[in-house]
């Protein structure tokens, strides 16, 4: 095995990292044609099959006039065409968009109208969530069996393995994933090629989750609509890692791959980490080739930590970014993961390299070490804005660059970054970000709630659980089985609130502005950290 390499020296000859995805599936096609790239179940890809399959799916766009900037929309769980499309896309410059499986049909169709998305790539389990919509030119049907008209295979059949040579600059945006906004409706961040490459690939050597060796083995199976599922697959790319897609996650089949075919890093949340810990037999499993767990989300409790040193015994890294940063920009490493614990624990770590990290107070004066306010990041790892939404846009992005990203926190005379709240009302729940305005909307259409307000309570399992309190007008109590079978066709799974209760009136200021922080308060009560 080679010995790891800094990110940024794993390069071509030319010196540098390439900062469009269409050119570093060029390079590892170069460096590694024969090396396999992904297993799928069954299926095998080689980086010199995944350029040229990239490249007939970048043609076979072209051939439906697909053009420079269009989205193209992708409805499934986790699947090698999954990448064959984005990757695709990203060679002749259109724009990949990732749909949230887990959502409510009606949710998944408002993210591909609000895309103006020109063709839809759907599983088939569900390709009829999508319905029509004008825009959308063809549903492509993902697995959908050889033969079939509407299929992926047909469709790519007959499309040239010649590279289509569009010129992409690094700086046109290649993916917009949909993140859930205050105001009811998702938003879709736009995300370059050079913001989702430059500033993973600039870490310096010697930090364990940035120095890989050529013969890594990655497990691929937080959801590809989330971005740390994209940002460890990107890693892959540019190291030449054998990456293993699960379909979703799965305790068992986890297991069983970081056994057999000798995982050596893989990124997961808190929650999962624990349903892998209850797994029947996990302490008979050999971690022996695993090196590092990422986890995201947040932070990792001391008896959990303790617990998975012990079963694990592999180095743990915390990783702090929002999809707006494109994943990962502020990490805490092995050495502040220690079974005795430390007060580092309790910290997100520090900013990468590259990454500028500050803290502000409202009025947007930048504020000392231990001086809790908005934490405000500046990197190339940024957005270019919100799809569509250019007041939004200028709200979360200072014209000098600084992200404002809702949440609240402190940094330390070491540069560590702690989280104390967060400013926004995002509830984060088994690392599912879970707005409560998109639930308050549905909830009040019901006829005997007057009105709610949704927040996150804690919770041992999730971390956060999604509590609704309402103005209720109905017989007896709420009651969570039946209102939650009321709002199942409106709202995804996940963001269903887990309980309620309900009061004559809800709190509100001097404005009419609903005090939720008020309401919320007594549930974090004690606590030092008032998240999840």
Not at 495 to 513: F, I
Request: aromatic share 8%; hydrophobic share 45%; with cysteine.
């Amino acid at each position: 095995m080679h010995m790891p390499e800094r990110l940024a020296e794993a390069v071509d000859a030319a010196g540098s990292v390439p900062h469009t995805l269409g050119d570093l599936v060029r390079r590892a096609a170069r460096r590694w044609p024969d090396r396999i790239a992904f297993v799928d179940g069954d299926l095998e890809t080689s980086f010199g099959e995944l350029d040229r399959l990239t490249n007939r799916v970048a043609n076979r766009l072209l051939s439906e006039d697909v053009q420079k900037g269009d989205r193209i929309a992708y409805l499934g769980k986790n699947m090698t065409e999954y990448f064959l499309l984005f990757w695709g896309a990203a060679k002749i410059g259109a724009v990949f968009v990732p749909v949230n499986w887990r959502l409510a049909p009606a949710e998944a169709r408002y993210v591909v109208d609000d895309a103006e998305a020109v063709m839809v790539f759907a599983a088939e389990a569900f390709a009829d969530d999508i319905g029509s919509s004008a825009l959308v030119r063809r549903t492509v049907v993902l697995r959908a069996g050889a033969g079939n008209p509407r299929g992926f295979e047909s469709w790519l059949a007959g499309a040239t393995a010649d590279d289509p040579l569009i010129g992409v600059d690094p700086h046109d945006v290649v993916l917009q994933l949909y993140t859930s906004g205050t105001t009811g409706h998702p938003k879709g961040a736009m995300l370059t090629g050079d913001s989702l490459v430059h500033v993973r690939t600039a870490q310096p050597a010697g930090a364990l989750w940035s120095s890989w060796s050529d013969e890594e083995v990655v497990l691929l199976s937080m959801p590809l609509f989330h971005i740390g599922g994209v940002g460890l697959a990107l890693n892959g790319l540019v190291f030449g890692g054998r990456m293993f897609i699960l379909q979703e996650f799965n305790a068992a089949l986890f297991l069983r791959y970081i056994e057999e075919e000798g995982v050596t890093r893989l990124f997961i949340v808190p929650a999962a980490l624990k349903q892998l810990l209850a797994e029947p037999g996990v302490r008979d499993v050999d971690f022996a080739r695993l090196r590092c767990i990422s986890y995201g989300s947040s932070p990792i409790g001391l008896e959990l930590l303790r617990e998975c040193l012990e079963v694990f015994r592999c180095g743990f890294v915390q990783n702090y970014g929002l999809t707006e940063t494109c994943g990962t920009v502020v990490a805490l490493g092995p050495e502040d993961h220690v079974a005795e614990g430390s007060p580092k624990m309790l910290s997100a770590g520090r900013a990468l390299e590259g990454v500028e990290l500050a803290i502000a107070d409202a009025s947007g004066k930048l504020l000392g070490p231990g001086e809790t306010g908005e934490i405000l990041l500046r990197s190339r790892a940024n957005m270019a804005g919100y799809w569509k939404l250019p007041d939004v846009t200028r709200d979360t992005i200072s014209a000098d660059g600084w992200l404002r990203t809702g949440d609240a926190g402190y940094v330390d005379a070491e540069g560590y970054l702690f989280i104390q709240d967060r400013i926004k009302d995002v509830v984060i729940s088994g690392g599912e970000n879970i707005y409560p305005a998109e639930i308050e909307r549905a909830l009040n259409e019901h006829p005997d709630i007057v009105e709610s307000v949704v927040f996150g309570i804690p919770d041992e399992k999730w971390g956060e659980a999604v509590h609704a309190v309402l103005v209720w007008r109905g017989d007896g109590e709420p009651d969570a089985a039946t209102l939650n079978l009321w709002l199942a066709p409106r709202l995804a799974r996940y963001k269903l609130p887990k309980s309620y209760t309900s009061r004559e009136s809800l709190p509100r200021n001097a404005t009419g502005k609903i005090l939720r922080r008020d309401l919320r308060a007594p549930y974090w009560s004690g606590r030092s950290r008032k998240v999840g």
